[in-house]
């Protein structure tokens, strides 16, 4: 099989820089020079496999995912795994990752144990019950919000619509005869409604906010 060595060096020179080692650093820890790390990333050379192998592990990544191979899209196919069977992103699964592994070696255990203590708590499902919850509430009263504004707009033009939005929040700012008038009375109406709604949308989003609080103080309080 034929491989891509820029692309293969591309890659290398990535995941260093990734750890900020220098090409001296990472060649001291494969046992070669800096200069080799040089070819291996400029495309000149092939790592011969004892070396990738050694960079595979270093980097916390797959053997074909140096060479180029795409079914390594995702760095390895564990990443690629995981992601497509819990539906997370990659760099869910990478924030995941470094957050068990980050620290000392003797800090270790300790921080992927109450990572596990967390995931594994009894309690857990119920706060991303409040947490998907919050969002949805949250995403929905910008999307209605937007929404209403649009349609209106649409139907009355952005100048009038505008001078509607500003007699219901101060409504000394507008003429008696432009307030009596059928039509700016008509968006006036439907600009109050849509505020009324998005008043118990934020109270909503109060309430579910203090419930995402509480589901999680439970969560942590149960923690083994």
Same mark, same amino acid.
């Given at each position: 099989m034929r491989y891509d060595l820029e692309k293969i060096g591309k890659t290398i020179r990535q995941e260093r820089n990734k750890l900020t080692w220098t090409q001296d650093k990472l060649g001291k820890i494969l046992g070669v020079t800096g200069k080799q790390i040089s070819n291996y990333e400029n495309g000149k050379l092939l790592p011969p496999q004892d070396?990738? *192998?050694?960079?595979?592990?270093?980097?916390? @990544?797959?053997?074909?995912?140096?060479?180029?191979?795409?079914?390594?899209?995702?760095?390895?196919?564990?990443?690629?795994?995981? @992601?497509?069977?819990?539906?997370?992103?990659?760099r869910s699964v990478e924030s995941l990752r470094v957050a068990t592994?980050?620290?000392?070696?003797?800090?270790l255990e300790a921080r992927q144990q109450a990572i596990n203590s967390f995931f594994e708590s009894h309690y857990f499902q119920g706060f991303i019950d409040c947490l998907v919850e919050t969002v949805n509430?949250?995403?929905?009263?910008?999307?209605?919000? /937007?929404?209403?504004y649009e349609e209106l707009r649409s139907r009355y033009g952005e100048e009038l619509v505008n001078r509607a939005?500003?007699? @219901?929040? *101060?409504? /000394?700012?507008?003429?008696?005869?432009?307030?009596?008038?059928p039509?700016?009375?008509?968006?006036?109406?439907?600009?109050?409604?849509?505020?009324?709604?998005?008043?118990?949308?934020?109270?909503?989003?109060?309430?579910a906010r203090y419930e995402l609080r509480e589901?999680?103080?439970?969560?942590?309080?149960n923690i083994q």
């Open positions: 070396i990738l *192998l050694k960079m595979a592990d270093l980097f916390n @990544c797959e053997y074909g995912y140096l060479l180029g191979e795409e079914s390594y899209k995702d760095g390895s196919k564990l990443t690629t795994a995981v @992601c497509e069977s819990l539906g997370l992103s990659s592994h980050k620290g000392l070696t003797r800090e509430i949250s995403k929905d009263l910008k999307t209605r919000s /937007d929404d209403v939005t500003i007699y @219901c929040a *101060l409504s /000394d700012a507008i003429s008696d005869f432009e307030a009596k008038e039509k700016f009375q008509e968006i006036s109406s439907e600009i109050e409604s849509a505020i009324d709604a998005s008043r118990n949308q934020e109270y909503a989003l109060k309430v589901a999680f103080e439970v969560l942590i309080r």
